[in-house]
C-alpha cells in the first residue's frame, strides 16, 4: 500500500505534515503562521494557497495536533523548565505601567 502521508516533523512549537499533494507547515509562536503547499503543482513551494484552503488548513492542522498528542514529551524543553523553576518563585519580571509611561509632576 504506498504511503500517503510524510511527517516532516511534530514539536511544541511547530509541526509540517503532508498529505497527499499538500504540504502543511505551522508554526505557534508569536506571530503564528500557516503556509500551506500543493506540492503537485507547485513543488518549489513559492505559493502560500493557505487562506483560499481553510478546509485542507483545518484537516492538516487537526492531524498534527493528533500527532502531537501521539509524541513523547519533549526531553529538551522538559530540561529547560526544570532548569528555570527555581527562579519562577521570584516577582514577575514584567514591566509595569510605570516603565510605559512617563508622569509628569505639575
Known sequence: MPRTEIVYNVEPFRGAVREGDWKLIWR????????LYNIK????????????????????QKRI???????????????????IQPGLHAPPAMPNEDAYYEIEEP
Do not use: C, M, Y
Open 28 to 35: 505557534t509562536p508569536l506571530p503564528s503562521s500557516i503556509e
Open 65 to 83: 495536533e493528533e500527532l502531537g498528542k501521539e509524541s513523547a514529551r519533549s526531553l529538551w524543553l522538559e530540561a529547560q523548565f526544570k532548569a
Open 41 to 60: 503543482h507547485d513543488p518549489s513551494e513559492q505559493t502560500n494557497v493557505a487562506a483560499t484552503n481553510p478546509d485542507k488548513v483545518a484537516k492538516l
